[in-house]
């Protein structure tokens, strides 16, 4: 493969309609011509196959029904011939025999019906022609890395030979190269999360959870000892979990769920399947589609799409719901109240056995702890009281907001008894209920580092 044309990047991509009936092809001319793409039509499986050799397509919509060759068979040539092409079958009358053929044989893309909703076929030809893109890049880029690699060996091998005469030289030149292999190792790694980086550009920087979330899960699966091939579907899912809500308006990707209307709760509660749909036609991420179905299960069954519960919900699944929730908590995705962190591990932690595994829940909190600098429950002298647990001369381990996120009291304020009377007759008015993070005493904190740990409230939102 040679050095990406740049002919190649701008020009229009070539799409192909087959089918036998000239009103198709008609509607297929007027709904595509305003859009990006050069068009080609062919009535027939042999003047198609005639235009694949002599054109360059990108992308195949053929229907099932044709003379002399069926869409499927003519599908499977296509894929053999032209294996870089995208291939998409319309069909009026779904024959199963047929669509086993086409999925078996011609690896199709996917499935249209007839009569089709025009925005779904739009949708569906854009997301093939930018998975298309997607994939030949990663190809060049693969291509581009193993060519400088062998560079940087000969290069290597190069300068060991000069060693000894250019010492002082050939360790700096040594240490630049290592430092561009590194940076060629991590733009290579990147790539992999392309679809992550589109799926955030549809939100406000304030809501873009995606990077926390895949970070957070590698550095739970490194101080887990996850091994290598959970932690590398554990990170596709944490890229594409919610790859479902890109056709989403954008009013309804910044709502928190709790406020969901009914019919926009239908289409939450839909986004996991969806999202898996979009996924199961790309083989190497199959295992992450099936995570990312599950990953709104609750423990107790009450989840959704399957209500599974408790085990028989994937592992991969129950840790992935933990740093969702424990993230969009924090962006207002969940409940209108922003959490801190630690607000939101109380969160998790009431909850656990009810939305999540109860089993996952206190490790997460102990891998949150290690990993973030702003988290403080994990600290055996931290605990989390109600107002009305509060004594004079405990001292706060962290800033207390209210509701709307006005500052009540800042971390390391000393209470008294009547900051405490005051702090109960405000969360009163407010109707909420506070969950205050507060310095144990030094033989306190000890008791709880050997054992004897008191009953945790997990009083809060």
Not at 174 to 195: C, I, N, Q, R
Not at 258 to 278: F, G, I, N, V
Not at 331 to 360: I, Q, W
Not at 432 to 452: D, I, N
């Amino acid at each position: 493969m040679g050095e990406l044309n740049v002919a190649t990047v701008t020009r229009r991509p070539g799409v192909l309609l087959v089918d036998a009936q000239d009103t198709i092809l008609q509607r297929l001319r007027q709904l595509l011509s305003p859009h990006p793409y050069t068009l080609y039509f062919a009535r027939d499986a042999a003047e198609a196959l005639r235009i694949m050799a002599c054109e360059d397509i990108n992308l195949v919509v053929s229907a099932a029904h044709l003379p002399q060759m069926d869409g499927p068979t003519l599908l499977a040539r296509i894929h053999q011939h032209y294996p870089a092409t995208t291939r998409i079958l319309l069909t009026g009358n779904p024959d199963l025999q047929l669509l086993a053929k086409a999925i078996n044989e011609g690896e199709i893309y996917r499935y249209l019906s007839k009569p089709w909703d025009d925005r779904e076929l739009l949708l569906t030809l854009r997301q093939a022609l930018e998975h298309q893109h997607s994939e030949r890049e990663r190809q060049r880029l693969e291509v581009l890395a193993q060519q400088q690699n062998s560079e940087l060996k000969v290069l290597n091998v190069e300068l060991e030979k000069r060693v000894a005469a250019r010492t002082a030289e050939l360790q700096q030149t040594a240490d630049m190269l290592d430092l561009a292999y590194e940076e060629l190792k991590h733009s290579y790694a990147t790539g992999a999360e392309l679809f992550s980086l589109l799926v955030n550009q549809r939100l406000p920087p304030d809501k873009q959870t995606n990077r926390r979330i895949i970070e957070l899960v590698r550095a739970y699966c490194k101080i887990q000892g996850i091994d290598a091939a959970t932690q590398r579907d554990l990170g596709m899912a944490a890229a594409l979990h919610n790859i479902g809500k890109l056709s989403w308006s954008d009013s309804m990707m910044i709502t928190p769920a709790d406020l969901l209307h009914h019919a926009e709760r239908e289409r939450y509660r839909a986004y996991p399947a969806q999202s898996e749909s979009l996924l199961m036609t790309l083989e190497p991420v199959q295992d992450a589609a099936r995570l990312i179905r599950h990953h709104q299960e609750h423990w107790d069954g009450s989840g959704f799409p399957d209500h599974l519960k408790g085990e028989a919900i994937p592992l991969g699944s129950r840790l992935l719901k933990l740093a969702v929730d424990f993230i969009e908590l924090q962006c207002g995705l969940v409940l209108e109240r922003h959490m801190n962190s630690d607000e939101a591990l109380v969160f998790l932690r009431k909850y656990a056995g009810r939305l999540y595994d109860p089993e996952l829940v206190e490790g997460f909190i102990q891998v949150c702890s290690v990993y973030l600098s702003d988290v403080t429950l994990g600290d055996p002298s931290v605990k989390v009281l109600s107002t009305r647990e509060l004594a004079a001369g405990m001292i706060l381990a962290r800033n207390l907001n209210a509701d709307n996120g006005m500052l009540l009291l800042n971390a390391g304020k000393v209470l008294s008894v009547p900051l405490v009377d005051k702090l109960i007759a405000f969360e009163t008015m407010e109707g909420a209920r506070y969950s205050v993070f507060v310095k144990l005493p030094r033989e306190e904190a000890c008791a709880l580092s050997t054992g004897h740990q008191a009953p945790e409230n997990t009083a809060g939102r």
